[in-house]
């Protein structure tokens, strides 16, 4: 059998608030609502606190005797049923209800992540404020004020219903209500600790590091166990939720696992064709502009796009081209041009209505037209 100062990781001499503390920690990581499976360390830390706690139940253990808390349990304290019952409620039921735990499950929380579209697409990690609910230092989540204790009801006995006896036709009936003294609880906080206002949780802000699958898109959502509120009475956290936000990025565009970008290439480099570098998540890489290249042509650089979210493989990069019509010509620029357009016999243009005119059909057409 393990030993019980070591399960609760104090030392031989710690206090009897340093052994509560400790406890309570405990409790609040191992307790089945946030950790199912691990039952049997709970139950070792309740059965650990269930001895240390007590004065003659640890000098007996201290001195190498009644290792087991519940064989002296029958004097005061019930074994750690009843300990488990102090702190999250519940346990087993007789035919009166049982007192409401004051120390219950925190909410669970839904926050929103924002995470850059490089973190999205590749996965990293990511930092997210929250604000939430954490156990009140002050009095360690019991709510009751610094050298004050959590006093067991008088008038429900600690039962937190009281029974009335009724008269009716058909005899005499018990009926269960809520103790209007403790509200159910079976306990009073007679002098509420001043900083929690007797909830046992404060506010609290943390920065919390989260890490980010690749592939991870606006709307998903990454679940931290345990990460949630602390809850009423200092009881164990419920669990965080991320709503994951990609933030704009200022080239590219996500299209599901492909990126999209548009790039504005000179009038020169579409007519005559060029290698135009674009700056990747992977480095820069040359874009081949064909010559005659259009505005809206689309290129694809295969591979270069995002990661799939839980399966391997990336996506595309498609990059749309804009041709850029020269401005602020100088005169020798200006002579070339219409030099240009002489050799082209474009000097009294005509449009086309219409379709582009190199939109994909008209090429189409002058495919087939053999020119
Ligand atoms: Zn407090
Ligand atoms: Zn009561």
Do not use: W
Not at 150 to 179: A, P
Request: net charge negative.
């Amino acid at each position: 059998m393990s030993d019980h100062y070591e399960t609760l990781g104090v030392s031989r001499d710690a206090s009897a608030a340093d052994i509560k503390k400790a406890y309570r920690k405990l409790a609040r990581e191992l307790h089945p609502d946030v950790n199912p499976g691990r039952e049997d360390d709970f139950k070792a830390v309740s059965l650990a606190y269930d001895v240390l706690s007590d004065d003659s139940k640890r000098r007996n253990y201290d001195l190498g005797g009644g290792d087991n808390g519940q064989a002296g349990a029958g004097a005061g304290f019930g074994g750690f049923s009843d300990l488990f019952e102090t702190f999250f409620g519940g346990g087993a039921g007789g035919g009166r209800p049982q007192p409401a735990s004051r120390t219950r499950r925190g909410k669970d929380a839904l926050v929103a992540l924002r995470v850059d579209l490089r973190t999205a697409a590749f996965g990293g990690t990511a930092e997210v404020e929250v604000v939430t609910a954490d156990v009140c230092g002050t009095c360690d989540g019991e709510g009751a004020r610094e050298g004050t204790q959590v006093r067991t009801c008088t008038l429900c006995d600690g039962h937190g219903s009281v029974q009335q006896m009724t008269r009716t036709l058909l005899g005499q009936m018990v009926t269960n209500q809520t103790c209007p003294q403790c509200g159910g609880y079976g306990t009073v906080i007679e002098d509420p600790c001043q900083s929690c206002h007797g909830d046992g949780r404060v506010r609290a802000e943390e920065t919390i590091t989260v890490k980010v699958p690749a592939g991870v898109r606006d709307g998903n959502r990454i679940q931290l166990s345990g990460r949630g509120e602390v809850g009423p009475g200092g009881g164990p956290r419920g669990d965080l939720y991320l709503e994951v936000i990609v933030e704009d990025h200022a080239v590219f565009t996500r299209d599901g696992s492909d990126l999209r970008c548009t790039l504005t290439i000179p009038m020169t480099a579409a007519a005559l064709g060029a290698t135009i570098p674009l700056e990747t998540f992977d480095g820069e890489q040359g874009v081949e502009v064909r010559a005659g290249a259009q505005t809206g042509d689309t290129i694809r650089l295969k591979g270069l796009g995002a990661q799939q979210l839980r399966r391997d493989g990336r996506g595309d990069i498609f990059v749309t081209l804009a041709v850029e019509t020269p401005t602020a010509l100088t005169a020798e620029q200006r002579d070339l041009l219409e030099q240009l357009a002489e050799a082209r016999d474009e000097t009294a243009p005509t449009g086309s209505a219409g379709e582009t005119r190199h939109g994909p059909f008209s090429r189409l057409r002058e495919r087939l037209a053999g020119r």
